[in-house]
């Protein structure tokens, strides 16, 4: 099953918008690759335009392309109120197939895309064709690292889960079979750190509605089964973080991964 993020529009900046500070060293980060001039960027999976949208408002021209209407619609109300719509094309369509001319783009940007492609080497076989022999492709790389706490939350969850019978999958493609698939197309990839923050809620925030916000992640699990496994993780949940202000955080790395 291919995870839909038409539902997700309305929310999604909320839940991954990108702190001020780093939006201002990924910009400063694509004005160095520019060296002045002004970039066609292309991004497959642009989606609600976090990452290429601050671009515009550099002064880049943007082509999006993104198979989810309501993300595209996020992305255009997004480019008007920044008023950068004259810079930014959003095309609906797949990553796999994007309907640009050869060499026709300065630059390639993705992230947060691959593990949603099946033929995932077929963005990047995309991004070689449209994006000008010479010019970067770049892979907005978030990594995060989850605190004590948030850890053995997670692993508790995810135990109960696969106990249950329903087994997680691992990201596919891994970060190494990435850096690999772009290696092949692209021999210099470099990685430049561009910033990092602390991520995270309150136990009491985590413990709020946790059944409802992640039942569409496991559609796999009956409603019976699905009752009892939240119920039962909540208890020990309770008993385990008994205070509700106590802080499951984790810390996020941006990277830019270059080629
Ligand atoms: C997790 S979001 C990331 C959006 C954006 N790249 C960012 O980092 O903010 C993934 C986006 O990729 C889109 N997507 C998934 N599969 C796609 C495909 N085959 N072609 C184009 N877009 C796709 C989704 O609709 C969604 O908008």
């Known amino acids: 099953m291919t995870l839909s993020f038409d539902a997700l529009a309305e929310q ?8 001020a500070n780093a939006l201002r060293h990924l910009v400063a980060f694509v004005d160095g690759i520019a060296r002045g001039r002004t970039l066609t960027i292309v991004e497959p999976g642009i989606g609600t335009g976090r990452i290429s949208l601050p671009l515009a408002a550099s002064g880049h021209r943007i082509v999006g392309v993104d198979i989810s209407r309501p993300m595209l619609d996020a992305c255009a109300r997004k480019a008007a109120t920044l ?9 609906e369509g797949d990553a796999t197939a994007i309907p640009r001319e050869d060499d026709s783009c300065d630059v390639g940007i993705f992230a947060s895309l691959l593990y949603l492609v099946r033929d995932w080497e077929g963005v990047l076989d995309e991004l070689a064709r449209i994006v000008r022999p010479g010019e970067a492709v770049v892979w907005i790389r978030e990594r995060t690292e989850r605190g004590g706490a948030l850890a053995l939350w997670d692993v508790n ?23 690999a698939a772009l290696q092949r197309r692209w021999p210099d990839v470099m990685t430049e750190p561009l910033a990092s923050w602390t991520f995270g809620q309150s136990v009491g925030q985590a413990r709020d509605g946790y059944g409802e916000r992640l039942r569409s992640l496991y559609p796999a699990i009956p409603d019976d089964t699905w009752s009892v496994l939240v119920q039962d993780f909540l208890h020990w949940a309770e008993t385990s973080f008994p205070d509700p202000d106590g802080r499951l955080d984790g810390q996020v790395m941006l990277e830019a991964v270059v080629a």
Do not use: C, K, M, N
């Not at 008023?83 to 095309?91: D, G, S």
């Not at 329903?166 to 970060?175: D, G, L």
């Open 83 to 91: 008023r950068v719509e004259e810079r930014v094309t959003l095309i």
């Open 12 to 19: 999604f900046d909320d839940q991954r918008g990108l702190p």
């Open 157 to 179: 969850w995810r135990t109960r889960v696969e106990t249950a019978g329903f087994r997680h999958q691992a990201a596919s493609p891994t970060e190494d079979e990435i850096l």
